[in-house]
């Protein structure tokens, strides 16, 4: 909108009102003077001529009466504007409204759409970085909606403070966020801008009074000129976090063309899990667990397995990530269950049998009696079952757990933490939980009869399970000098190929039978 017109400084409206008026006191007198003067009229009075002649008294007031409009216009000139200008504004800010996010500032995805479409038109092969935070539902149920509001503006000004300014920052939703790196800024320098935010997210942050720590995933690709649509690249974004947020926390993964077929498999293996359970492609399998200090044989852990029609024998590392993005693991974890519990029946009294549990499952309300049905229905005593969790579920949502752990304790069930030293448990959260096991991590404990360092680490934990009454497990075990290693340290229990590979149901119920409570093979 164009500014009023004014004359040195001074607003037109002014102008014309004090035009109108010198011009209202000077032209009659002109006038009456020129009369006089060519008329001839020397003897009449103003007055006289005035009223003499009546267009001197038109000749008197049109200026005034031009003066006066003037004034008017002006002043409505001044409305218009200052309408114009708050329309103006209100537009402006609906446009902010439509394009931002209200929480962060940063913009939105019909802000990104808009962008993207003019990177495409100018034909440039511009990064994206698509990035997620970990673990973020979980801060949101324990420190509640205003913790994590805070998580969400701390890591947009993060995103700020880090990546350079000519980088465009958008919040998708959620905890969704993009960067659009300029042109001419290629796959690598990108890479290197987004790796301060991953090193960032390790260390721990005071959101409120809390200290977490905000992990990060990152998925990079580029716009292609093929793409027929925006999302086409927000697509191959999020299959390279995907992969990311599969491998560790805060990871940058760069988008691969063969990234395309495995999330084709993955989409399958998702479509087929829902036929597999009806058509009895899942079954379980079961691997011993001896005493590391006789061998004698004292249970087995179930596994689940899946002999997919197309894929051939699945392990659980292909597909239980899949069904954790659904409510199928719900499924799955009762299959498990069920099947483990039914099947140590058959086994000699003093064997316990243990299996892995999801973190969906602790979040039902009714999960401890769910256990307590399948005990029921296949005549499993709970002192012989054995529920294995994860480190990563008492960060992702410690509460839930930690309700279900006190309600399978007071009913016998026990409990195992597994793959202890992945994550970020304390000997204090040891010792409130009221574990039974605790299961090393196989990243640690593998070529314990070889690495100083492994069996120091090793030993160290041990020595820490025994102090406060916690049974501690090592997995792996594949050759007789790592069985000795394992006793010396004196780990209380031991699994690995060099007892057995994991088994069938009715496998196992001949390995019983075959290898005799207390024997040894040492």
């Known amino acids: ?72 216009i002006g002043r409505s000139h001044e409305r218009l504007r200052e309408t114009v200008q708050k329309l103006s504004a209100a537009e402006r800010e609906q446009w902010r409204l439509a394009n931002h996010d209200t929480l962060t500032g940063l913009g939105n995805r019909l802000k990104l759409m808009s962008d993207m479409v003019d990177a495409q038109r100018e034909h440039g092969r511009q990064i994206i970085v ?16 205003e913790a994590g509001d805070s998580v969400l503006c701390h890591f947009a000004q993060t995103l700020r403070s880090v990546l350079p300014s000519d980088v465009k920052l958008y919040r998708l939703g959620g905890d969704e966020f993009l960067a659009l790196f300029p ?8 890479s290197q801008a987004v790796s301060v935010i991953t090193s960032q997210s390790k260390e721990p942050k005071l959101i409120g009074d809390a200290q977490l720590k905000i992990g990060v995933s990152l998925g990079l690709t580029s716009l292609r000129s093929e793409d027929q649509q925006s999302s086409d690249a927000i697509q191959r974004a999020d299959i390279a976090l995907y992969r990311a ?32 359970l009806r058509r009895g492609e899942l079954y379980v399998e ?24 197309l894929f051939g024998n699945l392990p659980p590392d292909k597909f239980i990530g899949v069904a954790e993005e659904t409510d199928q693991i719900v499924q799955l974890g009762h299959l498990v269950l069920e099947n483990a519990c039914r099947a140590a029946t058959f086994w000699p009294d003093d064997l316990w049998v243990s299996a892995n549990i999801s973190i969906k499952h602790f979040q039902r309300a009714g999960f401890h009696e769910e256990v307590l049905d399948i005990l029921l229905v296949t005549g499993l005593p709970p002192h012989r079952l054995v529920i294995e969790i994860t480190e990563t579920m008492l960060i992702e949502d410690r509460d839930a757990v930690m309700a279900a752990i006190g309600k399978l304790h007071k009913n016998g069930i026990r409990i195992s ?32 009869d070889q690495s100083s360092r492994s069996r120091g680490i090793v030993s160290g934990i041990v020595t820490i399970g025994k102090a406060i009454d916690i049974e501690s497990v090592i997995e792996g075990i594949e050759r007789n000098s790592e069985l000795q290693e394992a006793r010396k340290m004196g780990i209380d229990l031991v699994q690995g190929y060099y007892f057995s590979k994991p088994l069938g149901r009715d496998q196992f119920a001949d390995y019983c039978r075959s290898y005799y409570l207390g024997s040894s093979r040492a």
């Open 286 to 309: 079961y691997q011993p667990i001896h005493k590391g200090e006789t061998n004698a044989l004292v249970g087995a852990e179930a596994l689940l397995r899946w002999r997919h029609p």
């Open 1 to 72: 909108m164009n500014e009023p017109r004014s004359l040195h400084g001074l607003p037109i409206q002014s102008v014309w009102l004090f035009g109108g008026f010198m011009f209202g006191c000077c032209f009659p007198t002109v006038a009456i003077v020129f009369d006089r003067v060519f008329a001839g009229n020397n003897s009449s009075s103003v007055w006289t001529t005035l009223v003499s002649n009546p267009i001197h008294f038109i000749i008197l007031l049109a200026p005034l009466v031009l003066g006066a409009t003037g004034l008017l």
């Open 130 to 145: 698509l990035m997620d935070l970990n673990r973020f539902k979980s801060i949101n149920d324990n420190y509640g909606h």
């Open 417 to 448: 933490l597994d793959d202890f030293g992945e994550g970020y448990t304390s000997v204090k959260n040891l010792v409130s939980l009221g574990l039974d096991q605790l299961k090393i991590d196989m990243s640690l404990t593998r070529g314990i």
């Open 245 to 276: 947020k599969s491998e560790v926390d805060s990871a940058l993964v760069v988008f691969e063309d063969k990234m395309m077929e495995e999330i084709g498999q993955v989409k399958t293996i998702q479509t087929d899990l829902d036929a597999a």
């Open 183 to 190: 042109t001419g800024v290629d796959a690598e320098r990108a």
